[in-house]
């Protein structure tokens, strides 16, 4: 059953697909992986890896998406591909659950952080005060899970609107705001005392820290920043119109995406740099080193609330893509409404969020292989389904779908087939497939 549901204008496009990539990944796991790889040179090998993996993976899904016109599992079956590739779709359709159950979480810390960034942090003296207010967040039972359900109904109503009524006006009015609020964020930045040393610690490349640790690191950052290996852009790109232009699509998408990233290191860096703290602080840059810098400038309460209000509307419109994916499959393949898909969807999601929350505080005894459940979600996704997901996809594409149907998705209509598709099927068929594959190894090890 093809679906007849389209995006209504070529700016919904962008900005669905954008939003999709764009979320915490690029705002919080970015500039902290550039913080711990050596700034300016993990910046150039990320950018590098954008324009030689990232946007071919994204042209294959997007081809197998408007190819098709159907969900992640009707695509295969109407491609007629063999038994075996088909379970691309079940990868990606099990990460997305996955991940749903993980991210909700901590776009409910982020919830609860613009309320904490509105009252002062609890008037918390020091660094230290942070990191044990943090802890004793994720570590309450009630307080997170009830901001992780507030935002799960958030995206499933946005869901339950459908594409154009829901997440097309969704993305439309957000991703603007994002921009514009990374715009004031990055002006603050550029006046602060520390500035030019955060430029250069972020754009000037030391070519001897490009080891292949960084260069790894880097490449990864690019995968799973761009929201490839799952499905989304395949569920997207159904609801594109015969005239988008696949490529160019895919360009502005991963061109938007990377611009995000670096104004988020034009955000921090400068930051870092005239406060005195650790550009490669990890993982706790956002919820511990931040909220400290807030509470030393001048005006920090509301520049505390407009970067968690960021990554919220960057939470929400990449988990909306995300969601999509298990929407659009049981909507085509079990034959169900969309609200009853969504409400269905909802509880499980729900479900599994609560045991993410909770793996931190009262299930914290409850572990697999010495992970905790929300650790184990997060892994088995990002480590293991998504780069086999992306691997199979890029190998079915580059060496087994039909050249001509690859030729006809990538070329504007009435033109030449381009030069530039030639370079996309062998990076697809001898690039993607051996980075992808690298990414995997190192994941598991």
Excluded at 159 to 188: D, H, Q, T, W, Y
Excluded at 222 to 248: N, P, Q
Excluded at 339 to 358: F, R
Excluded at 420 to 444: D, E, N, Q, T
Aim: glycine share 10%; charged share 10%.
């Amino acid at each position: 059953m093809s679906s007849n549901k389209k995006f209504a204008t070529r700016f919904g496009v962008i900005a669905a697909t954008v939003g999709s990539a764009v979320g915490l990944g690029n705002i919080w796991r970015f500039p902290y992986e550039c913080g711990a790889n050596g700034g300016g040179a993990f910046l150039l090998a990320y950018i590098m890896f954008v324009i030689v993996l990232g946007i071919p993976v994204i042209c294959a899904e997007f081809v197998i998406g408007r190819a098709t016109g159907m969900n992640v599992a009707g695509a295969f079956r109407k491609l007629k591909a063999a038994k075996f590739w088909h379970l691309i779709s079940w990868l990606g359709i099990l990460a997305s659950f996955f991940i749903m159950g993980f991210y909700s979480v901590v776009a409910g810390w982020c919830v609860d952080y613009i309320w904490q960034s509105a009252t002062g942090f609890g008037q918390a003296a020091s660094q230290t005060d942070l990191h044990a207010q943090f802890d004793s967040l994720t570590g309450d039972a009630w307080r997170p899970l009830g901001w992780t359900f507030g935002f799960l109904l958030v995206n499933f109503f946005v869901i339950s609107r459908g594409v154009e009524k829901g997440i097309e006006r969704m993305s439309n009015l957000l991703m603007p705001m994002l921009f514009v609020i990374m715009a004031a964020f990055c002006l603050n930045s550029l006046l602060m005392p520390g500035a030019s040393q955060g430029l250069e610690f972020l754009l000037k490349p030391d070519f001897s820290k490009l080891t292949p640790d960084v260069l790894l690191s880097a490449m990864g950052q690019a995968f799973f920043s761009l929201s490839v290996g799952m499905g989304v852009l395949i569920t997207y790109a159904s609801y594109f119109k015969d005239g988008t232009r696949l490529v160019k699509t895919a360009s502005l998408t991963a061109g938007l995406d990377t611009l995000v990233a670096v104004m988020a290191g034009i955000v921090i860096f400068p930051a870092c740099f005239s406060f005195g703290q650790e550009p490669a602080a990890g993982p706790k840059l956002v919820f511990e080193v931040l909220p400290s810098i807030f509470m030393s400038m001048p005006g920090g309460r509301i520049w505390g609330v407009l970067f968690f209000v960021l990554l919220f509307v960057a939470s929400l419109t990449s988990t909306v893509s995300v969601t999509e994916v298990v929407i659009a499959w049981l909507e085509g393949e079990w034959k169900i409404s969309r609200k009853k898909a969504t409400v269905l969807y909802g509880i499980g999601v729900a479900v599994t969020a609560a045991l993410c929350s909770l793996s931190f505080g009262v299930l914290s005894g409850w572990t697999v292989f010495g992970r905790n459940f929300f650790n184990l979600l997060d892994f088995l996704s990002s480590n293991i389904l998504l780069p086999v997901g992306g691997m199979l996809l890029s190998v079915f594409v580059g060496w087994v779908l039909d050249r001509s149907v690859l030729r006809r998705e990538l070329t504007p209509e009435g033109h030449r087939v381009p030069a530039y598709v030639p370079l996309i099927i062998f990076s697809l068929k001898f690039i993607a497939p051996v980075a992808i594959m690298a990414i995997f190894v190192v994941g598991i090890l």
